[in-house]
């Protein structure tokens, strides 16, 4: 149902578009002029719109649907990989059950997921959900396999990166940055609230050089490994005020040992031979 579609340069003469209304296979169905339908059981509704796929699904202006089981939703949008899904104008979804919604949003990797205008899957299992930022210079984007970028500009590169919130980017692998140009490049690294910066491996960032931050409300370390809070830190100093030290006002003499097991406690003290003690200034 449909007609035929022809359209050429109108400068050059070249043919552009010479399409007549097809449903060449087996419960395929065509609605539009020059719509295709040359799958089994797929349907092309608009004009220009193409079902190769087997149950395939096209639908807008020139839309494509060119794997199997794919559905493409809009005008110019594809769905080419197996069994994906391209929503929205423009929209292309290249990979295997890949998902893209959004005005020109890209899925290309394998089982990755593009929300968001402009918005770029291109690492396998990677996922976005974000729009663009700076009128669309910067796109949100995971190019990191397993990649997770949320946020209109956010940047997953890394494998395995997590990045959450405007402009942020995770970039090492296994990194995180959470919050607005929060960046983490190092792997396994942690960036923690706006504008923070994590660039050493396996570290946690809550600021930035000129713009650090007080972690509040930490309980008392129990484990080796544990953080210790500042009333922790009073209580230890209270079991050693019985012994303080000072030096001279007008000397820089230290203590001094020669030998081994030596030791020297005081201002110019000075223990020398193996095992020997010096106690006390001079």
Same mark, same amino acid.
């Given at each position: ?49 193409? #079902? ?12 494509? =649907? ?24 423009? =929209? ?14 890209? #899925? ?153 097991? =030596? ?20």
């Amino acid at each position: 149902m449909g007609g035929s579609l022809y359209y050429e340069d109108p400068d050059t003469g070249e043919v552009l578009l010479d399409q007549t209304t097809t449903a060449s296979e087996v419960g395929a169905s065509a609605y539009g002029a020059g719509a295709q339908a040359n799958g089994a059981f797929s349907t092309a509704s608009g004009a220009a719109a193409t #079902a190769d796929g087997l149950q395939s699904s096209a639908s807008g202006y020139s839309s494509t =649907a060119s794997g199997d089981y794919t559905t493409a939703a809009g005008s110019f949008s594809e769905a080419t990989g197996y069994g994906g899904s391209a929503l929205g104008y423009g =929209a292309i979804a290249g990979g295997d059950y890949a998902t893209a919604v959004g005005v020109v949003a890209t #899925a290309s990797g394998v089982s990755s997921v593009a929300v968001g205008e402009f918005s770029e899957a291109t690492g396998d299992e990677s996922v976005v959900v974000g729009g663009s930022t700076f009128f669309g210079l910067i796109p949100a984007q995971a190019s990191g396999t397993g990649g997770t970028a949320v946020g209109a500009g956010a940047w997953a590169t890394g494998e395995y990166g997590t990045a959450i919130g405007w402009n942020s980017w995770a970039d090492g692998e296994g990194s995180t940055a959470l919050g607005e140009s929060a960046t983490a490049t190092a792997a396994n690294s942690v960036a923690l609230g706006a504008g923070s910066q994590a660039e050493r491996d396996n570290t946690v960032s809550v600021g930035d050089t000129g713009a650090e931050r007080q972690i509040t409300n930490v309980a008392a370390g129990t484990e080796g490994t544990d953080a210790v809070n500042v009333d922790q830190l009073e209580t230890a100093t209270q079991y050693n005020r019985y012994f303080a030290a000072s030096g001279g006002a007008d000397s820089d003499n230290g203590a001094y040992v020669e030998g081994e097991y =030596a030791t020297a406690s005081g201002e110019s003290a000075t223990a020398v031979g193996e095992g020997a003690s010096a106690y006390g200034s001079g």
